[in-house]
C-alpha cells in the first residue's frame, strides 16, 4: 500500500513557529523580494491610514492592517508591484495630554514651546516602535523600515504647500466665529471632533425687565418684562440680546403687578410651572395679544451687570415649543446666537471666557465681573443664586438634553467666539466639487458608505483649522509687530516652506522670522520689518489628511491618486473627509480611486471593549497563545463592512476551522511531498480520469468566486467558499473517494498519477487562496511543496496566482454531470444510512447499488463526462437504468473482501500468504 506521508506536522504550534519564520522574512527581507519579483509591473497602492502614535495596538488596529495586507498579497500574487508604506500621525492633542500629565501641568506651563515639542517628539517615537513590533508580528509585509511619519520635515513642509495652493485659491480665511471649544483640551474642536449624548443642565427662567414699555402697553402701571429661557446660566453675564420668534404671537402676562411678556400658544403651560394664575393683561377688554415685531429693538436691564442694556432681536431659530419662545442671546457663545446678532449689526461681541473656561475677571461687562475667576461649569450655580437674589429668577429646573462633547476627552464643549482659521466649503466651490468627486469618481466599499460621507460633506460647516496648542504643525501666519496687521503671503508662505523641507516645523518655534525671510520679511499695510510668527497650529486632521502629498506624491515609489484607502468607518468625518478636501481643494480631484470603510470591532455581546467589562482581546497576547494565522483568519471570516464581534469562544471556533484548513493541507502534501513532481508527473486535463476533471472543473469555478470576492474586498466571501469547499466538498466527499485509488493503486499508474495531478491542482489553488489569509502556516506549507506547486519559490508571499488548466466555461460544461451525481449520491447515502441502521450492511464496500434514474439524469450519468460512481460512493458496483424517478435499492456486493484494499470484488489469487486478492491489488503487487 501507498501510505500518507509528509513532514508537515499536524500540530501547528504557531504562537513558537511564527516568531522564527518572521524573523526569516525580515533578515530575507521578503517584503523586497516580492516588489523586485514584479519590478516594472504595473503598481497597485494601498496607502494606509495613519493609526495615532498613543499606547500598544488593539485589535481594531490588528483588523485594519491584517485586511490591509490581505489586499495588499492577493495583488502581489496577481503580478502587480505593491508598495506599502506604513504610516503613524504623530502630532496632536492626545500625546501633549500625556506629556502634560508627566510634567504636571504647572511645570507644563511653564516649559518653553520648543522643550515640550521635543518630549512629544519622543512620546511618539516610542510609541511607534511599540506599534510597529505589533503590526508586523501580525505578519503585515510592508516597508517597515522606512515608514512615513507626519512628524518627518517632508510631511510638514507638505502641510504648507497644501495650505499655500487653497490659499492661493482663496479658501482660506480668518474668521472670528464661536467655535467648539474644549477646555479641558484647550482647543477649539472640529465639527468631526465632536459627540452627541445626553446631558442634564440647569434650566431657568428669567425676568429681563425692559427700560421702555412696548406698544399697546404705555399705559401699563408696573414694569414689563420678557420671561427668557437657557439651559446654559453661565452664558448670562455676556447676554447681548434676546431674540422673539419673527410673525409669532405673544402674550402679557399680569403677575404681581408686573407685565410678563412670552410666546402666546406657551404661556399657559408656562404659568403652571411657573404656579402663577393665567391673567392675560388687559387692554381695552382685550387680552394684550401682539406679533413678536412689536418687540423688536425694545431695550431691556443687562440682568448680571448695572448700566448696561441689551435690545429685542428676531431669529428664526427660536424653538415655539419649549420654554418662553424668547430665548437670551450670548453672540460670544453661540453660533445661532452669533449670526443673529450680526444681522442686526452687532459686531462688538462679548465673550468673557478664556481658555481654561474661567471667566476673565473684571468689574465691567466683558469680564465675569461677580464670577470672575470661576470655572463656567463651577459659577452656573453662584449665577442662579445671584438670580434669586436680585429677585429675576423665575423657576429653576433641571433637563436632560443631547449635548456636544468632545470627542478625545468626552467633557462637554462649550462655544467661545474666537479668532480662529477657516476653509471655506462654498467661497470657491470646494463642497461642490468634493461631492461630485465622491458621487462620480470614487468607488465605495460598500457602496452606501458614499451617501454617508456625501451627506457630511454637504452639510458640513467651514472647516475650522485652527488649533491653540504646542504639538502640530504651525498655521504659517505672522502679526506685524508694529501695526498688528496679519501677513501672509506667497512669498512668505514659500520661505516657510523652505524651511521646513530643511529643519521642520520646529524651526517655526526657535528661529526668528527674519533669519529665513528675507526679502518677504516686511509688512504690506505699514512697511515694517518686525513679523511676529504666530502661535496656532493646524488641525491634527489637516496633517494626516496631506498623506496623499506627503507620501503618495513625493515617495517615488507610490502613486497619487492611491488605490485604495481602507479605514474604520469613523473616518468618513476624519481622514476619509480631510484627505479628499484637501486633495480636492489644492489639485481638484480626490486622493483616491476607491474606498474600503470598515465597522468596529466589538464583543460577542456586541458591546463595546473596554477594560472594566473585562472583554478586551489583546492581539498581541493572542498572538502569543494562539498565533496570528488565527486573528488572520477571524479577520477574512467576518463581515468587516458593519460592525464585527470578537471574543474568546470565537477565537475557538476560528481556531477549530483553522485545523480543517491545515488538517487538509497535510492531506495533499501526503500524497504529494517526495512522491509528485506535476512537471514531470502530472497528467494532462484531457487524459484525466473522469471524477478527476469533475474535480478540475468544481476548483475552477471555486476559484473563480474566490478571485471575485479578493477584487472585490469582500473577505468573509473568499472565505466562506474555500470553507465550504474544503470541508463540505472536498475532506467529506471527493478526498474519501479518492483514498482507495491512491492507497491502492501502482505508484507509477495512470490512476494514481491522475488522482496526484487533481491533488497538486488543489494544493496549488489553496496555497494561493489561503496566502493572504494564512500567510505564516502558507508559507511553512511551502517547505514540503513539489517545486512545481510553489512556482520554485522559498516564500509564499512570492506566489503567483493560481492558474487553473482549464477556463471557467469550460468548467461549467461539467456542472450537469456534478450534480446529477451528487443528487444521486444523497439517495445512496440515505440507502445506507437506512441499511447500516436496519444492521444489514457495516460498510459501503459491501454492497452494490441498484439505481433507477430519470431519463436525464441517466443521460448525463452515463454521458461523454460521467464518473466512475462505484469509486465516487465507495461502494462495489453501481448499476444504473432508466425509469419514471429516482429510486434506489441496495444489495449485498458480488465476490468478496480483498484482503488488501477491503473492496468486495472478484479475487484472483495469492499473494505473501493472502489468500483473497483482487485483480487490481494483484496487478499493482
Ligand atoms: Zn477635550
Ligand atoms: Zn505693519
Ligand atoms: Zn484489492
Redesign the pocket.
Known sequence: MNLPKTGFPMRAGLSKSEPKRLKDWQDNKVYEQVLKKNEGHKKFVLHDGPPYANGPIHIGHAMNKISKDMINRYWMMQGYEVPYVPGWDCHGQPIEHKVEEKLGTEKFNQTSTAKIRELCNEFAVENIELQKAGFRRLGVLGDWDNPYLTLYHQHDAADIEVFKAMFDKGMIYRGHKPVHW?K??HTALAEAEIEYSDETSPSIFVRFEMTFKPAGLEKFDGPVDFIIWTTTPWTIPSDQAVSLKPGAAYVAVEHEGRAEVMLEDLAPKCCEEFGWEYTPVMVDGKPYVVPAETFHHIHYKQPIFDGVEGVALLADYVGVDDGTGIVHNSPGHGVDDYFACLKEGITDICMPVDDDGKFYTGEEFGTGGPFSGMDTDEANPHIIEFLRERGTLVLEKKITHSYPH?W??K?P?LFRATDQWFVSMDKTGLREQAGKEVRENVKWYPAHAANRIGAMVEQRPDWCISRQRNWGVPIPSYTCADCGEKVMNDATLDAVIKLFHEKGSDAWFTDAPESYLGEACVCPKCGGHHLKADKDILDVWWDSGVSWKAVCEYRPELEYPADVYLEGSDQHRGWFQSSLLTSVGANGHAPYKAVVSQGFTLDGQGRKMSKSLGNVIDPNKVCDEMGADIIRLWVASVDTSSDVSIDHEILARTSDAYRRFRNTLRFLLSELEGQFEPETDGVAFADLLPLDKLMVARLTQVQAEVDDAYASYEFPRAYRALYDFVVTELSNVYLDALKDRLYCEKPGSLERRSAQTVLAELFSMLMRDLQPILSYTVDEAMAYAPAGCVDHQKYAALLDWYKSPITVDEANEFEGVLEASLELRSAVTKALEDARSAGTFTKSQQVRVKAVVPAEMYALLTGDKAVDLAEFYIVSDVELTQGEELFVAIEAAEGECCDRCWNYRTTVGEYNGHAHICKRCANAL
Do not use: T
Open positions: 474644549c479641558h483640551c468632545c478625545r476627552c467633557h464643549v
